[in-house]
RNA sequence: GCCCACGUAGCUCAGGGGAAAGAGCACUUGCCUCCGGAGCAAGGGGUCGCAGGUUCGAAUCCUGCCGUGGGCGCCA
């Protein structure tokens, strides 16, 4: 599939030469998308940009490479422009449209939208990572949708993916975890920072009576977590143990290697990292005064241990909530110090969803006894909508979901406008089976018959696909999907409700023209669905 | 006190150096002889938190302030 704007770059590059204008150095034309229509398909400000370092006037700048590239037009281009301050606008011909339609055919959703800059480039996505010790809560919804559609996209630019869930099997909170089922199941009271929701004294129920229950425990938990995980389509190539790693002696490994690159020290009966050389706020403890880890040594132990499996090219992603924000600095300046670059190390935090139900904040608190379970919001309101909902902001913005009214509002949720787009678009193409056209390919297709100004909106739409995918990925940004997949079922409803594709009213060359959209469209809501782990129904 | 994120329409949020500020919901008003009305169209609604600065150009970048959320453990 050729890009348009290389083409479009390369003719500026050229038009730049021929008005003989020395470049700055690092110099690349800039081109984006107006935002009105009258200013093209197209638009470069480089005569702007331009203008002062080579000093002249940008309008008479920009029309200089206008009159070069109106005799020198690219493929697809019918007219360039002139416009405001010195903005050099192209317009597309109608030609580009039918090639936006092609393309998507041919692709298929399996394929549309793919790029390969990834290269082959190995990541592993770390997210959810959940404490084995209860149900992953509606908080942890988040991280699951975000960390596999973030995966999704790699995959589709071309990287190679592993999801991973670390598993914190060991600890204060495990001891503590155990100690809470033992006791319930004894009848006792929790000790006291205990665990203490409901799902304790359900599990109890099923808890042989000789048996270490933290073990047990975290095995029940994890039975849990994998479940509701994967009722939302979430699974992970690698659950990764805590306590596997520690056997593996992989700790005092660790240890050694920290010791001997001089970036520890002992003060007050505990060993201390010294972080603070590496750009962190505090040196932090490594080893308690008790002789137990702290939470940091195993971790700085694990991640050693993922840019070891990632390879010397890899890089790492974490998606972190952000009350473990402060977590990040320490956690690179570990890396430094053991010599690696901490900028293999990526950090995405995604700020907490807060739940309130009926206007009234509900408290996710570990260990109290309000925990409002993934589980209740999926069986509520379903896989897709749970996913689209986490994924409709940026990750950037803390949002509040009032769990009455994602129940009530399930008819409203735009996840079933952008299904309905798909489920509509299928129910044409089964009509026009059903009246007996029989479809040509888009090549024997005359796309010249689509002049219908709602067909050329959602071609344009569509055509943006490509960059939304590269764009989503490369900023971690799967809501660019979700907002790019809301504007573009916009225009798909709109195009179903103007331009009729199969009746007795409607020419069958025309009919053809517009079943090869109707495909096109499928294909740009499918592949935009799937990126963000959505399902595209046939019919709803 | 320090660190991070956020503050855009009544509400929930896109946009994140370019030309006249965008969507959904809500509200008002039209549109079903016709591929699914879970839809489409039109309308009202904005000092883009405040104040400076950088720039040919700032909602967008920088600084300060105010407000909100999160963090600042020998918890994880």
């Known amino acids: 599939m050729a890009d348009i704007r290389l083409s479009l770059i390369d003719a500026l590059h050229g038009a730049l030469q021929s008005a003989a204008v020395e470049l700055p150095p690092g110099f690349q034309a800039g081109l984006e998308r107006p935002a009105r229509r009258e200013h093209g398909d197209w638009s470069s400000n480089a005569a702007l940009v331009l203008a002062k370092p080579v000093g002249c006037n ?146 109890v129920q099923e808890m042989p009576a000789n048996t270490d229950a933290r ?56 060993l201390w990292l010294r972080s603070s050389d590496y750009g962190d706020d505090k040196d932090r403890v490594l080893i308690k005064a008790d002789g137990e ?32 924000h402060g977590y990040i600095a320490r956690m690179k300046a570990a890396l430094a110090a053991l010599g690696h670059d901490p900028s293999r190390l990526e950090v995405e935090v995604t700020q907490l969803v807060r739940l309130e139900r009926d206007g009234v904040e509900v408290r996710i608190a570990k260990r109290s006894g309000t925990i409002v379970e993934l589980r209740d919001v999926i069986d509520e309101v379903g896989a897709d909508a749970a996913r689209f909902t986490y994924l409709l902001q940026s990750m ?4 509040t979901f009032d769990l009455a009214k994602v129940a009530a ?15 509509r678009l299928c129910s044409i193409a089964d009509r026009a089976r059903a009246a007996g056209v029989v479809q040509g390919g888009t090549h024997q297709t005359n796309l010249g018959l689509l002049t219908h100004e709602r067909e050329h909106e959602m071609i344009r739409q569509l055509a943006l696909f490509g960059e939304i995918t590269a764009a989503a990925a490369q900023e971690r940004a799967p809501h660019r999907v979700t907002a790019w997949l809301r504007d573009f079922a916009g225009t798909v409803h709109g195009f179903y409700h103007d331009c009729y594709v199969v009746g007795s009213h409607i020419a069958p060359e025309l009919t053809q023209a517009r079943l090869a959209l109707v495909d096109a469209g499928r294909v740009g809501l499918a592949a935009g669905l799937a990126t963000l782990g959505v399902s595209a129904p046939q019919a709803m």
């Open 215 to 270: 073990q047990w425990g975290c095995q029940r938990a994890l039975v849990d977590q994998k479940q509701v995980l994967q009722a939302m389509s979430v699974s992970f190539d690698t659950w990764f143990s805590e306590q596997a790693l520690v056997d593996s002696g992989a700790i005092a490994h660790t240890l050694e290697a920290l010791k001997s690159a001089d970036a520890t020290y002992e003060a007050q009966g505990a």
């Open 409 to 423: 509002q399930v008819m409203e949720n735009p996840v079933f406008y952008v299904q309905m787009a798909h489920a």
């Open 293 to 324: 880890y702290t939470y940091l040594l195993p971790d700085i132990a694990y991640h050693c241990d993922k840019l070891k499996r990632v390879g010397p090219d890899g890089v790492l992603i974490n998606v972190w909530g952000a009350d473990h």
């Open 396 to 399: 950037d913005t803390a949002p």
């Open 58 to 203: 940008p309008r008479e700048l920009a029309s200089q490479l206008v009159s070069w590239l109106e005799t020198n037009r690219p493929t697809h281009v019918a007219e360039v422009t002139v416009a405001g301050p010195g903005f050099v606008n192209f317009h597309l011909a109608d030609s580009w449209l039918h090639s936006v339609i092609t393309d998507a055919v041919q692709a298929g959703a399996d394929s549309y939208g793919r790029h390969a800059f990834g290269n082959g480039q190995n990541v592993i996505v770390e997210f959810v990572s959940a404490n084995p010790t209860g149900p992953v809560h509606a908080g942890h919804g988040r991280g699951a949708a975000y960390g596999d559609a973030v995966a999704r996209l790699l995959e589709r630019c071309g990287y190679t993916v592993n999801r991973e869930f670390y598993i914190n099997d060991r600890g204060t909170q495990m001891d503590l975890f155990g100690a809470s089922l033992t006791a319930r199941h004894k009848g006792q009271p929790v000790p006291e920072d205990g665990y203490s929701g409901q799902y304790i004294s359900d599990w």
